[in-house]
Every structure is written in structure tokens, then in C-alpha cells.
């Protein structure tokens, strides 16, 4: 069967939610069967900055149905030794999960 091509759809979404450290966590994904790119942003501090980076850099690749313990852990694993203020690795992924839906 010459021509045909296959297309995957490319999902673009979002959710934002205030957590319960008290901050606001707004993530953007676009994602098809894997996280192919994702956007962190809100009210809540992290030190170092660059730290944002390393966990959406980090979540790229994973399935859109891996489990939450997965992306805390992965999350953890990414932020190292950074500060976090009013957010927290459990925060995220769950904002990430409700993106991902």
C-alpha cells in the first residue's frame, strides 16, 4: 500500500490548580501514547531556577499513563537538593496527571 503514511495526534492540554502548599501549579503538555513536551509554571518559588528545566526535560519520553508514585519519583529525583516553596514533587505530578487525562 504506497502513500499511506502514518499520524499520530499530537494532544495539546492543560491544568492548573491550587495546591495544597498554598501556591498555584499550571502545567501545559502536549503529549500522544508519551510526554513529548511540557511546561511548568506558577506562584511558587524554586531554587535554583534551572531546576524547572531539569523536570520537564525529565518527563519528556514517559508514557502518558505512567503511575503517580513514578512521576514524584522522578520528579524527586530531578530537583535534587533544590528549595521548593509552596509546591512539592507530589504537587506537580498530580497537576501533570490531571493534564495528561
Given at each position: 500500500m504506497?502513500?499511506?503514511?502514518?499520524?499520530?495526534?499530537?494532544l495539546i492540554s492543560y491544568?492548573?490548580?491550587?495546591?495544597k502548599e498554598g501556591k498555584i501549579v499550571k502545567i501545559?503538555?502536549?503529549?500522544?501514547?508519551?510526554?513529548?513536551?511540557?511546561?511548568?509554571?506558577?506562584?511558587?518559588f524554586l531554587h535554583?531556577?534551572?531546576?524547572?528545566?531539569d523536570i520537564e526535560n525529565t518527563m519528556v519520553g514517559l508514557e502518558k499513563d505512567t503511575g503517580l508514585d513514578e512521576l514524584?519519583?522522578?520528579?524527586?529525583?530531578?530537583?535534587?537538593?533544590?528549595?521548593?516553596?509552596?509546591?512539592?514533587p507530589e504537587?506537580?505530578?498530580m497537576v501533570l496527571k490531571e493534564a495528561l487525562k
Open positions: 504506497q502513500g499511506l503514511t502514518s499520524r499520530r495526534l499530537i491544568s492548573s490548580r491550587k495546591v501545559e503538555a502536549e503529549f500522544d501514547e508519551f510526554i513529548k513536551k511540557i511546561r511548568i509554571s506558577g506562584d511558587f535554583p531556577e534551572e531546576v524547572l528545566d514524584v519519583m522522578k520528579i524527586q529525583d530531578a530537583a535534587g537538593d533544590a528549595q521548593m516553596i509552596g509546591i512539592s504537587s506537580i505530578a
